[in-house]
């Protein structure tokens, strides 16, 4: 299932162990290098650390991703900051994808991101929904940039590949034309030897 990354804050954490719902969840933690949900920041009744900052849930953990909430076994699967060495070097870069900002290869600014596409089984970003500047908003408020055209991520910006390779790339596609021919055929002499008959005339 692909949902909005801003549907996800606030979500319910439910537990089979306690047949029902025991933590939401605040904040997504995005891994910049695979540009996945990596784990998210819940808090909760029954959260046992800082309140400003919650529990960690990795996303490796969430059995079932439902349209009431997401499925744990239970509160164990919690983690504190310093649990995981793996995920606190991505916690430490402090990285998130709202408001970066987003430009081409050569420069070109395309806007903000304000919201992004993720797959509830992998939790992989598939699209970034971006804000246009004020003066390209008028024709196109919104730009939906698939995966696939990401260059590079880091911490100020997003580069994305520019229109006119897109533009190339499809027109040599479309211009491309097969000539292949077969060595291993056998030569067609016939129209030859018919201009040497004609020319013997």
């Known amino acids: 299932m692909l949902v909005n990354a801003s549907r996800l804050l606030n979500y319910p ?14 904040a997504e933690v995005v891994d ?11 808090g909760g009744p029954i959260v046992k650390n800082d309140p400003e900052v919650g529990e960690i849930l990795e996303s490796r953990d969430v059995r079932e991703f439902s349209n009431i909430g997401m499925i744990v076994d239970s509160e ?29 290869k050569k420069g070109s600014k395309l806007g903000k991101i304000i919201d992004f596409v993720v797959d509830t089984e992998t939790f992989m970003v598939h699209q970034l929904i971006v ?6 908003a008028l ?5 939906i940039i698939p995966r696939k055209e990401i260059v590079e991520v880091n911490d100020y ?27 291993f055929r056998e030569p067609d002499f016939s129209a030859s030897r018919i201009d040497e008959d004609e020319s013997t005339k």
């Open 157 to 183: 910006k997003i580069i994305v590949k520019d229109e006119e390779d897109k533009i190339r790339k499809k027109a040599v596609k479309e211009e491309f034309i097969p000539n292949f021919v077969n060595p």
């Open 76 to 104: 164990e699967v919690f983690v504190n900051q310093g649990d995981v060495t793996k995920l606190d070097k991505i916690l430490s870069l402090n990285f998130s994808l709202m408001g970066l900002k987003v430009e081409t």
């Open 139 to 143: 024709l196109d408020p919104e730009l």
């Open 32 to 42: 910049p290098e695979k540009l996945k949900i990596v784990a998210f920041y819940v």
């Open 131 to 136: 804000k246009r500047p004020v003066m390209k």
């Open 13 to 26: 954490v439910l537990s089979l162990h306690m047949g029902g719902p025991i933590a939401w969840v605040d």
